[in-house]
């Protein structure tokens, strides 16, 4: 049974009522972000309850030492852990001396939590019956400014109601923090200075290892009934540790609120030296233009945001609200400003994978922003690889390869493997191809072909070699394999011959000679720079096509399909519907080595293979691939159903798109893997948005012309969705009686709809 306490809306996430064995997810699911720093939905006040406490500031992480029992040569030294911050959102709450605090609390009445993702902020509110049997209401509302996106504020108010009460608020900053997922109560953070200074106070820290220098900061205001008090200000000092105290007699049903703003200045974006200056101009900006005008620019960014991404869907509140929070959360985790940042699967709800970077950003995330945002955009996550490319080349060195051969890494965070898990390690090596694929994606989307002879060649070069070196020839076989591979379905380890591996190996190989021919033919001074510096010569290029074009791919003539590995044929073939409902999730009931030996698959292989390369294949060989391998499929995986929706749609099986889609949208709010008091599931958030635009409205790139082939589920009246083709904002809208098509921006545009040419012309609604 998935979890079913969210309240329905179309642009907010909702929880009523106070349910102390939900607070964790909700914690997850009640996140903020700016792009710059996020943190989870923690209490401001103290709670002694079950709780994970986590603030993120981005890019800032801890090589944690990889410790095995038995050391193999290959091992990346570290695992990158995602640090929890120093906190600055800390405001304890005495009334009459009695702690507010949820868990101890005689009565919770009205609890309410309201993420509005329109506006960007979230509010919480409650009445309590504190021991001492005073009542108060408390109401709390926070966001990260995009704006100032250092800065983070606070309005925290208490109205006592059954009495006159005194009311003490000491808001903190605390870097005695340590991280969930700590695996020996590592300390992470060394505290450097506390100061405090004219009603601000600082704490600068850095990072053991990686030596990040961050100041956590807080300036705050008291307020009565809305008019500002001026209140002695008693400062505890302790050396990872600083408040402010206040204290004032409040009457019954008056207000006391307290405003806090907050936040991180970090030595990535400053000179570690001036930390604190930087921290004191970022809030003189904040607490100038005060809570109310920073949260009405709030408003006006996330108003911006929305105006291009927002997709609507018209009579399915669920879904509305599923595609909403999907598109909310990637849009607080990364904005596109920084090349230096990446797109963590957990963004800053969380600790859980490490690192900031796997391959779901080149092939689930890229089409979302380079869709709904600039190109430039998706051009810098593009770029944030090729800045990395010389890692990759010492990541392939450290496994045997040579001669400027690449291998990717499967999770880094500054271009260096950092994942101690060896099937993952060394064997899903098919990461490599999603790097080579989004380049591809990125040129015929944009058809901004300039990157390639500017950094993306250089990076097919590299992953073109890996490929050529990992192959192997078989004598038996007279073709070229790979062995000893994990492919996308992490349920099979070191088997050989995965054909998803093998089928974008060969993509590869035969995509970089392409554009090394075109770049020589027609960016001729690239062409001289590229090859001066990676020395590829005609008959290296030809070693490679050897290998391209006699790959093996292992097949099934009595399904006439090709095989996921070698050895699937082997395996007792029984579909998931077949499995007893108590052994599932199977990843939290069975042993890795029942997994291993059964035919279940965590999430698309084969099939992500369809995905890619639809265009390799007919629609009746994706059907027969979709009917073969979707019942042996448990989506154990996050970026599993996505896929799987958008397939069923080009195949006009609309019940299994619309489920699988429920699913991908819904994932963390209904936790469907029972899993999201660790965190969200950001980087699969963006296959939601995919099963929309690339599943039910066909959107695809065919002939170097947009095209679409929109469907609708039965249940919806219609949805609409934009996206930015080449600098033309292209409006599209499906209802059950049709399709309509607005150039909103940009020339004339020749679309393709249903395989016939449509012309489209500004501020022109054309109805298909």
């Given at each position: 049974?998935?979890?079913?306490?969210?309240?329905?809306?179309?642009?907010?996430?909702?929880?009523?009522?106070?349910?102390?064995?939900?607070?964790?997810?909700?914690?997850?699911?009640?996140?903020?972000?700016?792009?710059?720093?996020?943190?989870?939905?923690?209490?401001?006040?103290?709670?002694?309850?079950?709780?994970?406490?986590?603030?993120?500031?981005?890019?800032?992480?801890?090589?944690?030492?990889?410790?095995?029992?038995?050391?193999?040569?290959?091992?990346?030294?570290?695992?990158?852990?995602?640090?929890?911050?120093?906190?600055?959102?800390?405001?304890?709450?005495?009334?009459?001396?009695?702690?507010?605090d949820l868990n101890t609390c005689?009565?919770?009445?009205?609890?309410?939590?309201?993420?509005?993702?329109?506006?960007?902020?979230?509010?919480?509110?409650?009445?309590?019956?504190?021991?001492?049997?005073?009542?108060?209401?408390?109401?709390?509302?926070?966001?990260?400014?995009?704006?100032?996106?250092?800065?983070?504020?606070?309005?925290?108010?208490?109205?006592?109601?059954?009495?006159?009460?005194?009311?003490?608020?000491?808001?903190?900053?605390?870097?005695?923090?340590?991280?969930?997922?700590?695996?020996?109560?590592?300390?992470?953070?060394?505290?450097?200075?506390?100061?405090?200074?004219?009603?601000?106070?600082?704490?600068?820290?850095?990072?053991?290892?990686?030596?990040?220098?961050?100041?956590?900061?807080?300036?705050?205001?008291?307020?009565?009934?809305?008019?500002?008090?001026?209140?002695?200000?008693?400062?505890?000092?302790?050396?990872?540790?600083?408040?402010?105290?206040?204290?004032?007699?409040?009457?019954?049903?008056?207000?006391?609120?307290?405003?806090?703003?907050?936040?991180?200045?970090?030595?990535?974006?400053?000179?570690?030296?001036?930390?604190?200056?930087?921290?004191?101009?970022?809030?003189?900006?904040?607490?100038?233009?005060?809570?109310?005008?920073?949260?009405?620019?709030?408003?006006?960014?996330?108003?911006?945001?929305?105006?291009?991404?927002?997709?609507?869907?018209?009579?399915?509140?669920?879904?509305?609200?599923?595609?909403?929070?999907?598109?909310?959360?990637?849009?607080?985790?990364?904005?596109?400003?920084?090349?230096?940042?990446?797109?963590?699967?957990?963004?800053?709800?969380?600790?859980?994978?490490?690192?900031?970077?796997?391959?779901?950003?080149?092939?689930?995330?890229?089409?979302?922003?380079?869709?709904?945002?600039?190109?430039?955009?998706?051009?810098?996550?593009?770029?944030?690889?090729?800045?990395?490319?010389?890692?990759?080349?010492?990541?392939?060195?450290?496994?045997?390869?040579?001669?400027?051969?690449?291998?990717?890494?499967?999770?880094?965070?500054?271009?260096?493997?950092?994942?101690n898990e060896w099937e993952i390690?060394?064997?899903?090596?098919?990461?490599?191809?999603?790097?080579?694929?989004?380049?591809?994606?990125?040129?015929?989307?944009?058809?901004?072909?300039?990157?390639?002879?500017?950094?993306?060649?250089?990076?097919?070069?590299?992953?073109?070699?890996?490929?050529?070196?990992?192959?192997?020839?078989?004598?038996?076989?007279?073709?070229?394999?790979?062995?000893?591979?994990?492919?996308?379905?992490?349920?099979?380890?070191?088997?050989?011959?995965?054909?998803?591996?093998?089928?974008?190996?060969?993509?590869?190989?035969?995509?970089?000679?392409?554009?090394?021919?075109?770049?020589?033919?027609?960016?001729?001074?690239?062409?001289?720079?590229?090859?001066?510096?990676?020395?590829?010569?005609?008959?290296?290029?030809?070693?490679?096509?050897?290998?391209?074009?006699?790959?093996?791919?292992?097949?099934?003539?009595?399904?006439?399909?090709?095989?996921?590995?070698?050895?699937?044929?082997?395996?007792?073939?029984?579909?998931?519907?077949?499995?007893?409902?108590s052994q599932r999730p199977i990843?939290?009931?069975?042993?890795?080595?029942?997994?291993?030996?059964?035919?279940?698959?965590?999430?698309?292989?084969?099939?992500?293979?369809?995905?890619?390369?639809?265009?390799?294949?007919?629609?009746?060989?994706?059907?027969?691939?979709?009917?073969?391998?979707?019942?042996?499929?448990?989506?154990?995986?996050?970026?599993?159903?996505?896929?799987?929706?958008?397939?069923?749609?080009?195949?006009?099986?609309?019940?299994?798109?619309?489920?699988?889609?429920?699913?991908?949208?819904?994932?963390?709010?209904?936790?469907?893997?029972?899993?999201?008091?660790?965190?969200?599931?950001?980087?699969?958030?963006?296959?939601?948005?995919?099963?929309?635009?690339?599943?039910?409205?066909?959107?695809?790139?065919?002939?170097?012309?947009?095209?679409?082939?929109?469907?609708?589920?039965?249940?919806?009246?219609?949805?609409?969705?934009?996206?930015?083709?080449?600098?033309?904002?292209?409006?599209?809208?499906?209802?059950?009686?049709?399709?309509?098509?607005?150039?909103?921006?940009?020339?004339?545009?020749?679309?393709?709809?249903?395989?016939?040419?449509?012309?489209?012309?500004?501020?022109?609604?054309?109805?298909?």
């Open positions: 049974m998935n979890q079913n306490y969210i309240k329905p809306d179309n642009w907010s996430i909702i929880e009523e009522g106070f349910d102390t064995e939900s607070i964790k997810s909700s914690e997850s699911l009640f996140s903020i972000g700016n792009g710059a720093m996020g943190q989870r939905a923690n209490f401001e006040e103290y709670y002694s309850g079950a709780t994970f406490q986590g603030s993120y500031i981005a890019g800032v992480y801890y090589p944690d030492k990889t410790k095995v029992g038995w050391w193999k040569n290959g091992y990346p030294e570290y695992f990158a852990k995602v640090l929890n911050a120093p906190s600055w959102i800390g405001i304890n709450v005495k009334i009459n001396d009695e702690v507010l005689k009565k919770v009445a009205e609890f309410r939590r309201e993420l509005n993702m329109k506006e960007g902020w979230y509010e919480r509110s409650f009445i309590a019956t504190l021991q001492n049997d005073i009542e108060i209401e408390v109401s709390a509302k926070r966001y990260l400014s995009l704006d100032i996106d250092e800065v983070g504020a606070i309005a925290y108010s208490v109205k006592p109601l059954n009495s006159d009460a005194t009311i003490k608020y000491t808001p903190y900053l605390d870097s005695g923090i340590k991280n969930e997922d700590a695996n020996w109560e590592e300390k992470f953070w060394e505290t450097i200075q506390v100061k405090e200074e004219n009603n601000q106070a600082f704490i600068v820290a850095k990072t053991l290892k990686t030596d990040f220098y961050a100041c956590t900061f807080m300036q705050t205001e008291v307020a009565l009934n809305g008019k500002s008090l001026e209140l002695p200000t008693n400062v505890s000092e302790k050396s990872t540790y600083i408040s402010f105290n206040y204290s004032q007699e409040v009457k019954a049903n008056e207000s006391l609120t307290i405003y806090k703003y907050g936040g991180y200045t970090v030595c990535t974006n400053h000179d570690k030296y001036e930390l604190i200056n930087a921290a004191k101009k970022a809030l003189h900006e904040a607490s100038t233009l005060g809570f109310d005008t920073l949260l009405e620019n709030q408003k006006e960014a996330w108003a911006k945001i929305w105006e291009m991404a927002d997709i609507t869907i018209e009579g399915d509140v669920k879904a509305q609200q599923g595609i909403r929070f999907n598109i909310f959360q990637l849009n607080q985790t990364y904005l596109g400003k920084d090349s230096r940042l990446n797109i963590g699967p957990k963004g800053f709800t969380g600790e859980k994978y490490g690192g900031s970077t796997y391959w779901d950003t080149e092939a689930y995330c890229i089409p979302f922003y380079m869709t709904t945002k600039d190109q430039q955009v998706a051009r810098n996550l593009l770029q944030y690889r090729y800045n990395h490319l010389e890692k990759a080349i010492e990541n392939a060195e450290k496994l045997g390869f040579n001669n400027g051969a690449a291998l990717y890494p499967m999770v880094t965070m500054n271009g260096e493997e950092c994942h390690t060394f064997e899903e090596i098919h990461r490599n191809g999603a790097i080579a694929f989004a380049i591809y994606n990125y040129t015929r989307y944009t058809g901004d072909y300039s990157y390639i002879p500017e950094m993306g060649l250089e990076v097919m070069i590299g992953i073109a070699r890996f490929w050529h070196q990992r192959a192997s020839f078989s004598t038996a076989k007279n073709k070229y394999v790979i062995l000893g591979v994990t492919g996308p379905n992490e349920y099979e380890n070191n088997v050989n011959n995965n054909w998803y591996t093998n089928h974008i190996a060969k993509w590869c190989i035969q995509f970089a000679a392409a554009n090394i021919e075109k770049v020589k033919n027609e960016y001729a001074t690239d062409y001289e720079r590229i090859m001066q510096k990676a020395r590829v010569s005609d008959q290296e290029i030809s070693s490679w096509m050897e290998v391209a074009e006699n790959m093996y791919f292992p097949y099934s003539e009595q399904y006439g399909v090709y095989l996921q590995q070698d050895g699937f044929l082997d395996k007792d073939l029984v579909n998931v519907a077949d499995l007893d409902a990843n939290q009931k069975w042993s890795w080595d029942r997994i291993l030996r059964s035919p279940y698959i965590k999430q698309a292989d084969t099939l992500q293979g369809f995905y890619f390369f639809e265009d390799h294949f007919t629609k009746e060989e994706l059907e027969k691939h979709f009917n073969f391998y979707e019942p042996f499929t448990v989506h154990e995986s996050s970026l599993s159903p996505c896929v799987h929706s958008i397939q069923a749609a080009k195949l006009d099986k609309m019940d299994m798109a619309y489920t699988f889609y429920l699913r991908t949208s819904r994932l963390d709010l209904d936790d469907y893997n029972k899993e999201v008091e660790e965190g969200l599931h950001i980087t699969s958030m963006a296959g939601t948005w995919m099963s929309i635009v690339e599943g039910f409205g066909g959107m695809r790139m065919k002939n170097d012309t947009l095209s679409f082939e929109p469907r609708i589920p039965e249940q919806w009246k219609g949805y609409s969705f934009k996206v930015n083709y080449r600098n033309h904002i292209l409006k599209i809208n499906v209802t059950q009686n049709g399709t309509s098509f607005e150039l909103e921006k940009g020339n004339d545009l020749v679309i393709l709809v249903d395989g016939k040419k449509v012309a489209v012309s500004p501020n022109d609604l054309v109805t298909v």
